[in-house]
């Protein structure tokens, strides 16, 4: 099993929808980070959480740090946002472990 | 400028040609990370710089892979005696403090293809 678990694994999506994206972890974090990968390649970082809720924008990322469990919302989702979106934690040690990432189709 | 740059952005190798990458951070950023991302899969984590020191090297993937950071900024990867597994996309990031205190920010990678 691995250490961060993210779902779906693919999500596709009418414009205007509001999305939720999944992350469960196992390992002892002290911090958890929502990236973005556009198709181009390039990674941007959208949040770095240690514990409650972020916004910005249309994006609202959550954490319950009893449960292990993140979320990433998006609201009135836009073609723009087709990205893959990737969760990260940084453990105690320093080091980041990666979920498979999930890939967003926004069609128009 | 103002973000992290790579270079090369592509760099195709033969087979036990031996490669160095390199990464520019955000000036003033005292953490500095390495990461690839193979065809199709997910990211992984190499190593990570606190200034120019860094506590953990397990990450790496063999002894063929080594990193430095000089001067608190400018970082090279080396990989030794490349092999066609380790085509894939190197990616550097950088944040002002370390990895549970601040934003990364992404380079563009570089584009490792070992024929």
């Known amino acids: 099993k691995n250490e961060v678990e993210q779902s779906p694994q693919n999500l596709t999506a009418q414009e205007g929808e509001f999305i939720t994206i999944n992350c469960s972890y196992s390992v002892g974090i002290s911090a958890l980070h929502w990236l973005q990968q556009h198709p181009g390649g390039g990674i941007v970082s959208l949040f770095m959480?240690?514990?409650g809720k972020k916004k910005h924008g249309r994006l609202i990322a959550t954490i319950n740090i009893q449960e292990k469990h993140s979320s990433l919302h998006i609201t009135a989702s836009h073609p723009r946002d087709s990205a893959v979106y990737i969760c990260a934690v940084a453990t105690s040690l320093n080091d980041m472990r990666f979920g498979a990432g999930t890939r967003l189709t926004v069609k128009p | 400028g103002a973000g992290v740059s790579q270079s090369p952005s592509n760099k195709v190798t033969e087979k036990g040609k031996d490669v160095e990458l390199r990464c520019d951070p955000i000036?003033?950023?005292?953490?500095l990370y390495w990461y690839r991302q193979s065809l199709g899969q997910g990211l992984e984590f190499l190593i990570y710089?606190?200034?120019?020191?860094?506590?953990?090297k397990s990450g790496l993937p063999s002894d063929r892979f080594s990193a430095e950071r000089t001067g608190g900024s400018v970082s090279t990867l080396t990989i030794q005696r490349t092999q066609q597994e380790d085509s894939a996309v190197y990616l550097c990031?950088?944040?002002?403090?370390?990895?549970?205190?601040?934003?990364?920010?992404f380079g563009p990678g570089t584009r490792l293809t070992v024929l």
């Open positions: 990031a950088s944040s002002l403090l370390g990895t549970s205190q601040s934003t990364q920010y």
């Open positions: 000036s003033g950023h005292t953490a």
């Open positions: 710089f606190q200034g120019n020191s860094a506590p953990d």
């Open positions: 959480l240690s514990s």
